[in-house]
């Protein structure tokens, strides 16, 4: 079983960066697919970022394309979410998950359906 430990969320001002910190523990994780949602009050929990299991594709979705960075250290068994250009529309609770092989994340990797592990999420408050 995976468990995922999310840390570094908080309140920042707009403008401002936060990284996410997401560190599994229970199996080894580096040929799993990692993503990043997030869940706005009284919103659907949504996709943020997506990689894969090497690292060496990301998906983004659009209004986190150029602010948002999602990177992994399988050594840590981390997978990061850096933060740039926060505005008060980013104020949500974010979460990671974990979608081990044979995927079902998808082809973007953006399908919560597909994703087996989640972290119990970290708060993140962007004020204006």
């Known amino acids: 079983q995976v468990r995922l430990v999310e840390s570094g969320g908080g309140l920042v001002q707009a403008g401002g960066s936060l990284r996410l910190s997401c560190t599994a523990s229970?199996?080894?994780?580096?040929?799993?697919?990692m993503g990043w949602f997030r869940q706005a009050p009284g919103k659907e929990r949504e996709f943020v970022a997506g990689?894969?299991?090497?690292?060496?594709?990301?998906y983004y979705t659009d209004s986190e394309k150029g602010r948002f960075t999602i990177f992994r250290d399988i050594a840590k068994n981390t997978v990061y979410l850096q933060m740039n250009s926060l505005s008060p529309e980013d104020t949500a609770i974010y979460y990671c998950?974990?979608?081990?092989?044979?995927?079902?994340?998808?082809?973007?990797?953006?399908?919560?359906?597909?994703?087996?592990?989640w972290g119990q999420g970290t708060q993140v408050t962007v004020s204006s």
């Open positions: 998950a974990a979608d081990p092989p044979p995927y079902h994340s998808g082809n973007r990797l953006s399908l919560l359906s597909g994703y087996d592990y």
């Open positions: 229970g199996r080894t994780f580096s040929n799993y697919v």
């Open positions: 990689i894969n299991w090497s690292g060496s594709t990301t």
